[in-house]
């Protein structure tokens, strides 16, 4: 599939093709709306209202979930009225936003009111991609992400897509991920992100399985630390060595109240 060029990125990101047709992306669409379901299954379900391939969406191959190399995953190009129609049917909030900004875009864009965003000059990509390695690199950040951080600034604004040869086999998880992964949770029924940093302070986690990645989280963006599947494998034998506690204590004495998913029937 050719490069995607962004169009708009209020409320959805709104991309504009090769041949000028603005489309949507479904795993976007499917995040965006807060479904429960996995992307695949809720997406045959809405093809069941009579959408097809070729019609209202086309099909393409994307990256891999775990950044690893090989065949990605499929995603989908949506044309406006299947998404509109998919946004409307959810019945939510962000449902109806995402199916107004849709139409308004349309009524835009056919009285002239927005014209397709001229892609910047080269010079002002590569103050962008400078900027982005001086930043990530004071930050500790590893260089794989910064990699990515600096392909993903390119084929946005420049269109260009560059594939960095990087050695990721190892997927790494943050906090969140890993308690998650584990199915360890707080009362109020979140990922107990806490509960898994106080048991990794218990641990000498080598070096070579943690690196310091970026992220953004509801506005706010800074650094933090990723553990390789190594570690997510540590911390699970540390529960179950010690009973799968219900309070994990802090060097502080605190400790972190936790309920467990995954809690086997012998415990």
């Known amino acids: 599939m050719n490069a995607l060029k962004i169009f708009n990125q209020d409320v959805i990101p709104v991309y504009t093709t090769d041949t000028g047709e603005k489309v ?16 695949s299954t809720w997406f045959k379900d809405m093809c069941s209202y009579g959408f097809e391939e070729g019609e209202s969406y086309s099909p393409f191959l994307g990256n891999r979930s775990d950044g690893k190399p ?10 406006f009225d299947m998404a509109k129609h998919i946004a ?13 900004k849709l139409i308004d875009l349309e009524k835009e864009v056919a009285a002239g009111k927005i014209p397709t965003p001229k892609q910047p000059p080269l010079g002002s990509v590569n103050m962008m991609a400078k900027i982005i390695k001086e930043v990530y690199g004071q930050a500790g950040v590893d260089p794989n992400f910064t990699a990515l ?21 190892t997927r790494f998880y943050d906090q969140g991920e890993i308690a998650k992964e584990l199915g360890i949770y707080s009362k109020t029924g979140n990922p107990h992100a806490n509960a898994i940093g106080t048991i990794i302070e218990k641990l000498e986690v080598p070096e070579i399985d943690k690196v310091i990645a970026p992220f953004t989280n509801n506005g706010h963006s800074g650094t933090s630390w990723k553990y390789s599947q190594r570690v997510v494998e540590t911390i699970k ?21 936790v309920k467990y998913k995954y809690l086997p029937e012998a415990c």
């Open 24 to 39: 949507v992306v479904g795993r976007e669409l499917h995040e965006r709306l807060r479904i429960g379901k996995d992307y």
């Open 149 to 169: 951080a600096v392909s993903k600034v390119y084929k946005e604004k420049a269109g260009m897509d560059l594939e960095p040869p990087l050695e990721m086999g």
């Open 237 to 257: 034998d540390w529960i179950v060595s010690h009973g799968y506690p219900e309070r994990i204590e802090r060097s502080n004495g605190t400790a972190c109240t």
């Open 88 to 100: 409307m049917i959810q019945r939510s909030e962000i449902g109806k936003a995402i199916r107004q």
């Open 70 to 79: 090989g065949k990605g995953r499929t995603e989908h190009l949506m044309k």
